[in-house]
C-alpha cells in the first residue's frame, strides 16, 4: 500500500515538475511581451480571428498557447491573464470551450497519425469545430447570464 502511495506522490509531483518547467517560462515570456507591447502587434495578425471567436485581443495569446502546447500548458498562462484582469468572463468561457474542442494540435494530430489516422482531416475537423461551436457561443453567451456566475460563485 505505501508502494502505491509513494509512486503515486512522486508521479505527480513529477508532472507538477514538468509542468511548471514549461508554465513558468511561459508566463515570464507573456509579461515580457506584454511589457514591450509584442501582444498589441500579434492580436493584429488575428483580428479575423478574434472578430470571428467573439473575444479580445488580449484572449489571442491564451488561446494559441492552449492550441499549441495543449490544456494544461495553457491553462496556467490562462489564469495569469484572467488574474491580471486582461480577459473577460465571456473571453474565459469562449476560450475554454474552443479548447475544449481544439487543444494540442500539434501533439494529438501526431499521436493519431502515428496509428494510422489522417491528419489533414483530423486537424480540419477539430478546427471547424472548435471555430462553429465557439462562434454560436459567442453569439447565444448574453452578458447579464454571466453576471448571474458572480451572485452564485460563493456556491462553488
Given at each position: 500500500?505505501?508502494?502505491?502511495?509513494?509512486?503515486?506522490?512522486?508521479?505527480?509531483?513529477?508532472?507538477?515538475?514538468?509542468?511548471?518547467?514549461?508554465?513558468?517560462?511561459?508566463?515570464?515570456?507573456?509579461?515580457?511581451?506584454?511589457?514591450?507591447?509584442?501582444?498589441?502587434?500579434?492580436?493584429?495578425?488575428?483580428?479575423?480571428?478574434?472578430?470571428?471567436?467573439?473575444?479580445?485581443?488580449?484572449?489571442?495569446?491564451?488561446?494559441?498557447?492552449?492550441?499549441?502546447?495543449?490544456i494544461s500548458y495553457g491553462a496556467g498562462v490562462i489564469i495569469q491573464s484572467s488574474k491580471e484582469g486582461d480577459l473577460t468572463k465571456k473571453d474565459l468561457i469562449l476560450l475554454v470551450a474552443f479548447l475544449v474542442?481544439?487543444?494540442?494540435?500539434?501533439?494529438?494530430?501526431?499521436?493519431?497519425?502515428?496509428?494510422?489516422?489522417?491528419?489533414?482531416?483530423?486537424?480540419?475537423?477539430?478546427?471547424?469545430?472548435?471555430?462553429?461551436?465557439?462562434?454560436?457561443?459567442?453569439?447565444?453567451?448574453?452578458?447579464?447570464?454571466?453576471?448571474?456566475?458572480?451572485?452564485?460563485?460563493?456556491?462553488?
Amino acid at each position: 500500500m505505501m508502494d502505491i502511495l509513494k509512486e503515486g506522490l512522486i508521479g505527480s509531483l513529477s508532472s507538477v515538475y514538468s509542468i511548471a518547467l514549461i508554465v513558468i517560462p511561459l508566463m515570464i515570456v507573456l509579461q515580457i511581451a506584454k511589457d514591450y507591447h509584442v501582444l498589441n502587434k500579434l492580436s493584429q495578425h488575428f483580428k479575423g480571428l478574434t472578430k470571428l471567436l467573439g473575444v479580445s485581443k488580449d484572449a489571442i495569446l491564451p488561446l494559441l498557447v492552449g492550441v499549441i502546447f495543449g490544456i494544461s500548458y495553457g491553462a496556467g498562462v490562462i489564469i495569469q491573464s484572467s488574474k491580471e484582469g486582461d480577459l473577460t468572463k465571456k473571453d474565459l468561457i469562449l476560450l475554454v470551450a474552443f479548447l475544449v474542442t481544439c487543444h494540442a494540435v500539434f501533439e494529438d494530430t501526431l499521436l493519431f497519425v502515428a496509428v494510422g489516422a489522417n491528419g489533414y482531416v483530423l486537424l480540419g475537423v477539430r478546427l471547424l469545430m472548435a471555430v462553429g461551436i465557439t462562434y454560436f457561443l459567442s453569439k447565444r453567451i448574453n452578458l447579464n447570464d454571466l453576471s448571474e456566475l458572480d451572485k452564485n460563485k460563493d456556491l462553488i
